[in-house]
């Protein structure tokens, strides 16, 4: 990632929230989807390991989107790619992750190291002059957090609103109230319920590329923000929040060796296998690979590679077109009975597996090239960050997050553990090997060790 050596200027905001679940990732989309309706150049990031968000707001933006975040990319890397936006940007946002100061390198921890004003998104349906409260201990908590205010969501109508503007004891804090936006209903007649706007299931928000309507949805968010004071400031009013972004100090680390010149890595991009950050398709590249992408649940062939990376995604959702994938499945089994690599990571691993039992009890084939079964549960397995100890290397960093478990006597080769010493063993994932391929929950941040990498796909 090269980045201009000049200072750029651009209005930025990072929209928070005090928890998960108060609407800030409807925010962030319809803000960026309003702007880029009005032919601005919208830049939008997604704090922590999300691959999911993301869709969204590149739908929004039509722009990519990349994850910022303190421990897992690094701040050098936070910093370049700030900076490296707002020199193309008119507008920088990005979207928090759980609650404001949840975590010791919290939202508001990057919000203040990078000095970007915070815009608190609050579900405001079931209070009223609390609101003012809750405000003021986010505002003033952190009193060197940099502050723009607060956008009330699933606001009732005008009188709730005024309700909650009046408990303010700042009223420049007020950036106005948004009333809950319902997506298509559910089913037609006169008891059906509204369905969510950006619906979901267990692993977060069902991606926007899956819904033939997502961008009316996203245009519905944006027309309800358009009617708030947030939503009806010029440009020239968002200079109030115009951050200077300096050129990054030059890394420590250098440029990854090409330590995959000369091969191809074929990987699987799809709706089953969409779990994908954009930036380790450009280390791939960096380490000197030719990427080829192929689609499984379309019947596209295993194009020619040295070796595979099978991403994570939801293999459950897509059984049945998975394992009538027969040619595909073929053609697998003999890249393997070549030695030739596979990282697996997440539903990448388990679609590998002999199958998957869903929590009604019924039983999903899949590849059946990994010895072992998944099984689905309704509460969630892991979460988190993790880094993979591996010889003689730093540490890989990535993360966990799964519903479902996996039984095979396949052998474990290295844990991938939680960041605090002290947590032990307690949450490590470990990466199996059977022949050629290494598989895990693990979902790997490339850039963090990009070695590791390479020698999973097969470097010396």
């Known amino acids: 990632m090269s980045t201009p050596a000049t200072p750029a200027r651009c209005p930025a905001l990072v929209i928070a929230a005090p928890a998960s679940g108060q609407g800030k990732t409807t925010v962030a989309a319809a803000l960026a989807r309003l702007h880029t309706r009005a032919g601005r150049r919208v830049r939008v990031f997604k704090c922590g390991p999300d691959h999911l968000d993301p869709h969204w707001h590149e739908l929004a933006s039509g722009a990519p989107v990349h994850p910022l975040d303190l421990w897992l990319t690094g701040e050098h890397d936070c910093r370049a790619r700030l900076h490296a936006a707002a020199h193309e940007a008119d507008l920088i946002l990005i979207e928090g992750v759980m609650g404001l100061f949840d975590g010791q390198l919290s939202v508001a921890?990057?919000?203040r190291r990078l000095g970007i004003p915070v815009l608190a998104v609050i579900d405001a349906s079931a209070?009223?002059?609390?609101l003012g409260a809750l405000v003021h201990g986010l505002r003033s908590y952190w009193p060197d957090l940099p502050w723009a205010g607060v956008l009330a969501n699933r606001v009732a109508g005008a009188r709730h609103a005024d309700m909650l503007r009046a408990g303010l004891r700042d009223a420049s804090d007020w950036l106005g109230a948004v009333p809950s936006v319902a997506g298509p209903q559910e089913q037609p007649g006169r008891q059906s319920r509204p369905a969510a706007l950006l619906p979901e299931r267990q692993l977060g928000l069902v991606a926007a590329r899956e819904l033939p309507d997502a961008l009316a949805r996203l245009d519905a968010a944006a027309d309800a923000l358009q009617a708030t004071p947030l939503g009806r400031m010029t440009a020239q009013d968002w200079q109030r929040w115009a951050v200077e972004f300096p050129p990054p100090a030059p890394s420590a680390s250098a440029a990854p060796a090409p330590l995959l010149a000369g091969r191809r890595i074929a990987v699987a991009q799809d709706e089953a296998f969409c779990l994908i950050y954009r930036a380790n398709l450009d280390v791939l590249r960096q380490l000197g690979a030719q990427v080829a992408c192929f689609a499984p649940l379309r019947g596209e062939p295993l194009p020619a590679c040295d070796a595979l990376w099978l991403p994570?995604?939801?293999?459950?959702?897509?059984?049945?077109a998975l394992a009538a994938q027969s040619a595909l499945r073929e053609q697998l089994r003999q890249h393997i009975a070549a030695g030739k690599p596979i990282w697996a990571e997440g539903g990448g691993m388990v679609a590998l597996l002999g199958g998957i039992t869903l929590p009604d009890g019924s039983r999903a084939p899949l590849w059946d090239?990994?010895?072992?079964?998944?099984?689905?549960h309704t509460r969630l397995q892991a979460l988190g960050m993790r880094v993979l100890q591996w010889p003689d290397a730093a540490g890989l960093r990535g993360h966990s997050f799964h519903y479902s478990s996996t039984d095979t006597a396949v052998p474990i080769v290295a844990q991938a553990v939680r960041p605090d010493p002290a947590d032990g063993a307690a949450g490590a994932e470990p990466v199996y090997r059977h022949g050629s391929i290494h598989a895990s929950y693990f979902h790997a941040w490339f850039a963090s060790e990009p070695q590791v990498v390479a020698r999973l796909l097969g470097a010396a």
């Open 109 to 111: 921890e990057l919000a």
């Open 127 to 130: 209070m009223g002059g609390t």
């Open 312 to 320: 994570g995604g939801f293999p459950e959702l897509h059984a049945p």
């Open 369 to 376: 090239l990994l010895p072992g079964h998944a099984t689905l």
